[in-house]
């Protein structure tokens, strides 16, 4: 069954307005979620980790002040996508892992359209 | 540089067929893990193979097997009698020690097509 739920699948917004992506682990305490973005035809890159109780780690060149991450709880992370910009329009997915050397697995996605 | 090479964009295979998609890497670290996960359209990542570095036999999972040539740094996959569920795209994946623990980096991805 799915180790991870991602919320919602798809969303469309208008410029300047934020949306905030929920991703929640199922069936296992994740003390640390990891968000990746995917702009059409490309690979996986990743954004930030998430870290239960404290601040996120961002990439290089991802703005903290616009993708706002938190991890409340050891099930649920949420990235907020703040003053959303068409640039913004993107694929997003979050993903777990249950230990340092499992695979990670993968939320659904979010497909963010920008308007 | 780049971490994970795929040279296949696209590849195309006849239903039934076996397949192979390349994969190479680079990487300093002598523990090190590599792992295949496929795309289809509706943008989930599917794990597929998981193949670590001190694994001296290739690893399978019932219709994937991983091709591991450490020395040459390779870690092809092979999709023995594809079916037409199988057209997704393909990625490569290597877990690396990070500053602040351990990453995943993907590579570009190969588009598998299978024709009936």
């Known amino acids: 069954g799915a180790v991870v739920s991602q919320h919602p699948s798809w969303v469309i917004c208008k410029s300047g307005t934020s949306v905030k992506i929920e991703c929640r682990s199922l069936d296992f305490q994740a003390t640390t979620m990891f968000w990746y973005r995917q702009f059409p035809k490309q690979s996986l890159m990743l954004m930030a980790t998430?870290?239960?109780?404290?601040?996120?780690?961002?990439e290089q060149g991802v703005e903290k002040d616009k993708f706002l991450i938190n991890h409340a709880s050891l099930t649920l992370s949420t990235l907020t996508v703040t003053s959303a910009h068409p640039e913004d329009s993107s694929f997003y997915i979050c993903?777990?892992?249950?230990?340092?050397?499992?695979?990670?697995?993968f939320g659904n996605g979010t497909r963010l359209t920008v308007t | 540089a780049q971490k994970i090479t795929q040279t296949q964009p696209g590849m195309f295979v006849q239903e039934k067929e076996a397949v192979t998609l390349d994969c190479t890497y680079d990487?300093?670290?002598?523990?090190?893990?590599l792992f295949w996960y496929k795309q289809p359209s509706s943008g989930e990542m599917i794990f597929l193979i998981y193949q670590g570095s001190y694994d001296e036999q290739n690893a399978t999972e019932g219709r994937y097997s991983l091709n591991f040539q450490k020395a040459r740094k390779s870690a092809n996959l092979v999709i023995s009698a594809s079916q037409l569920g199988d057209s997704a795209m393909y990625f490569c994946a290597m877990r690396e020690r990070w500053d602040y623990g351990q990453n995943f980096v993907f590579g570009p991805g190969t588009r598998l097509s299978v024709l009936p």
């Open positions: 990487t300093s670290d002598q523990s090190y893990g």
């Open positions: 998430s870290n239960e109780g404290s601040k996120a780690t961002y």
């Open positions: 993903s777990v892992r249950r230990a340092e050397d499992s695979p990670l697995h």
